[in-house]
Every structure is written in C-alpha cells, then in structure tokens.
C-alpha cells in the first residue's frame, strides 16, 4: 500500500499570502495518478488537480500541482478568504487508493 | 450535472450490517467506475472501494472480508454493505463517481455524505 504523508499539518496564513502544500509518498506513484482534494466542513471533498498538475473543472489558476515520483506540491499562489480549508492529496495509480491525512490552511 | 446521493440507516447497533445505496440522477451509471469512501468524525479520507458498471469490483483490503458493494444498472445505483459493524465503523460515507471510465482515474463527483453511527 502506498502511503501517503502531508506536511505540515496546520498552516497559518494571510489573505492573499502563497500556501505550499507537500505530499510525499513512500514508493513511486505510477504515471503521477495524484489528485489533490479541498474539503471545507460539513462539505464533501472537492477535486482541484488531477494526473499531478491539471486542474479539474471551474478550478481557478491560482491553484497549481507539480511533482512526480514520489514528491508532489500543491501551491495556492494567493489565498483568497475562500481557500481555507483542509486539503488532501490521494494516489489512484496502485491499489488501494489512498489519502494522506491532509493539511489545514487556517487564517492567521 | 450528475448527482449522487447516499441513503440509508444513522443509526446501527454493534454487529450488524451497514446497508447504504447511493442513486445516480443526471447520467447513466454505465460505463464508469464507482467508489465509496468514508471519514471517521474530525479525520481524513479512507477509500473502502469501487465497482464498474459491469459489475467487476476492487476493494480495500483492510475491509476486504467484510465489504460488498453491488451495482444495479437498472435502477442507477449502486450499494455498499459492510458487515459486523462496530463502533471503528462511525463515520461520513460518501459515494463517488470516477472522471472516466479508466482504472485510474481521480473522483471529481462526490454525494453529499450520510453520517453512520454505530452505538449500542
């Protein structure tokens, strides 16, 4: 099973500051089948990247995905008051797919 | 814009089976992979598995022996059971649908969530 670990656990930031999110997993994942995930509280998760680096559906540019192998990034390049959250990275190239545990971005 | 949502019981007693179906509107349950995933109160995402439309399933081994999840195309839903329940089971269990009909592929339509809680 490939495993997955976010860092850091909790961000604090500023409108309008840059977030950068890793993801980093303990063996290769397979043709970067990395997606990364924005769920708000009481809400069901949301895609925002897929494949690594494309942005799903109505995605805003200001969030991008880079990485391969085994470390990926989510940068959210400036916060708006919208983007606090907690974001999750999942691999879907090996069975199971899996989560990290993911990552809260709060206000600061 | 498909839509998904979860049904079924909130409440279950230690050992008994979890039953949820998950109803398709706004496209056909053909010709993509479906999934379950589930989120203990205040923690992260578990994925429990997936069916494709023909009926071929794959699921998480750490619920393996305790996991069904069954596909009726002619209602346009699809079901999990997950059996002899305990309170580890307590959580939001959302269905998903696949962005493709690939294995691989990532989870762009999500339900809403059905809070189950087990409890004697």
């Known amino acids: ?108 | 814009q498909v839509q998904l949502q979860e049904s079924g019981p909130g409440l279950l007693k230690p050992s008994e089976t979890l039953s949820l179906t998950c109803s398709v509107s706004g496209g056909s349950i053909s010709s993509y992979y479906w999934s379950w995933i589930r989120q203990p109160p205040g923690k992260g995402l578990e994925w429990i598995g997936f069916i494709y439309y023909t009926g071929s399933t794959n699921y998480n081994p750490s619920l393996e022996s305790r996991v069904t999840i069954s596909v009726d195309t002619s209602k346009n839903q699809f079901s999990l059971k997950l059996t002899s329940v305990t309170a580890a089971d307590t959580a939001v269990y959302y269905c998903a649908r696949a962005s493709s009909g690939s294995y691989h592929a990532p989870l762009p339509h999500w339900g809403q969530g059905t809070l189950v809680t087990v409890s004697s």
């Open chain 1, 1 to 108: 099973e490939i495993v997955l670990t976010q860092s850091p656990g909790t961000l604090s930031l500023s409108p309008g500051e840059r977030a950068t999110l890793s993801c980093r997993a303990n063996q290769s994942v397979s043709s970067s089948y990395l997606a990364w995930y924005q769920q708000k509280p009481g809400q069901a998760p949301r895609l925002l990247i897929y494949g690594a680096s494309s942005r799903a559906t109505g995605i805003p540019d200001r969030f991008s995905g880079s990485g391969s192998g085994t470390d990926f990034t989510l940068t959210i390049s400036r916060l708006e008051p919208e983007d606090f959250a907690v974001y999750y990275c999942q691999q879907y190239g090996s069975s199971p797919w899996t989560f990290g545990q993911g990552t809260k971005v709060e206000i600061k």
